[in-house]
């Protein structure tokens, strides 16, 4: 299993990014729910958003709620976060994570980050 993230750089405050995470060798992509997490310079990883399998309910920090949308396409084993109306503190490397907590297909996978840069 792969995850690999895309669609980081820089932006201006009040611009959108949509970051795009693709999963490889993973049939199991539809049962696992989604996360978006980030990492601020000198701050802990924090959770961003997070969507479940094939209902799509998703849940937000409260930071991103309204600005932010997370989504997912199982036939494409992709999830997406939308960003819109950045701002500065929203600059961090951001992950995307697949995790699922039970059994059967257990597991826990995480994408090795895209940075976001919001600075005018």
């Known amino acids: 299993v792969q995850l690999v993230e895309s669609g980081g750089g820089l932006v201006q405050p009040g611009g959108s990014l949509k970051l795009t995470c693709v999963a490889s060798?993973?049939?199991?992509?539809?049962?696992?729910?989604i996360y978006w997490y980030r990492q601020a310079p000198g701050k802990e990883r924090e959770l961003v958003a997070s969507?479940?399998?094939?209902?799509?309910?998703?849940d937000y920090n409260e930071s991103v709620r309204g600005r932010f949308t997370i989504s997912r396409d199982n036939t494409k084993t992709t999830a997406y976060l939308q960003m819109n109306s950045l701002k500065s503190e929203d600059t961090a490397v951001y992950y995307c994570?697949?995790?699922?907590?039970?059994?059967?297909?257990?597991?826990?996978?995480w994408g090795q980050g895209t940075q976001v840069f919001v600075s005018s």
């Open positions: 994570n697949a995790k699922k907590t039970t059994t059967p297909f257990r597991g826990d996978f």
């Open positions: 969507i479940g399998t094939r209902d799509g309910n998703s």
């Open positions: 060798e993973f049939a199991l992509f539809s049962v696992y729910d």
